[in-house]
Each structure stands twice: as C-alpha cells, then as structure tokens.
C-alpha cells in the first residue's frame, strides 16, 4: 500500500533539517532497485500533468517501485556517502510527494 511506503518516506525524513543540501547522484547507485525508483520518480517529475488527478494518479504509480526500494536498499548504508546520497534521494521523493499532499495524513 502506497501509504505505508509514504509513511517510511516520512520517518526517514522526519528529522531533516529542510534547509540542508539535497543534491544526490544517480551514479552513487548500487543496486537495481534504487535505479528503478529513480528510473520512475525522473519520468514523473519530468512529466506535464493535465490535471491534479493525472498527477495523482502519476505518483501513485511509485507504489510498486517504492516497495521494492524498501524491501532491498539498505537506505543506512555503513558507506556514509552512499547513505547520504541515499537519503537525499528519498528526501527529494517526499518533498514531490508533499506537492500532492501529506499522505500520511489521510484516514482510511
């Protein structure tokens, strides 16, 4: 569910200080996972949207690759600078989430 991967998007993030550097570099990546989910996030955010609903639609196609980010990337990685860039990525993931919307705060 979509809203479980956001909700880890959220925690990892939850401490960050909005202010800190958030560049990351996709050739940091390591494992298929992490090129995927960026594979996908680059295709959103290089979209036009017609409509709010299309762009929602858009990033709940994440949900899959998000998953699978999660469950194979280990995002505190003990590389500090793979760690970093890790989690800079996640950081500009949920930062193009938050244009939609908090979804952790939705109540199902």
């Known amino acids: 569910m979509l809203f479980s991967a956001f ?3 959220a925690n990892i993030n939850k401490d960050r200080n909005p202010n800190q550097t958030s560049e990351f570099s996709a050739n940091l990546f390591k494992e298929p996972q992490e090129h995927a989910l960026f594979k996908a996030f680059n295709a959103l955010k290089t979209s ?3 409509s709010l609903d299309s762009k929602i ?4 196609s994440l949900h ?3 998953e699978e980010y999660f469950k194979s990337v280990l995002v505190m990685d003990k590389d500090l600078e793979i760690q970093k860039n890790r989690k800079n990525f996640l950081w500009n993931v949920y930062q193009s989430f938050l244009e939609i919307g908090d979804i952790k705060e939705i109540a199902i």
């Open 64 to 66: 899959a690759p998000l």
């Open 7 to 9: 909700k880890r998007l």
């Open 57 to 60: 639609e858009a990033y709940f």
């Open 48 to 50: 036009a949207f017609e």
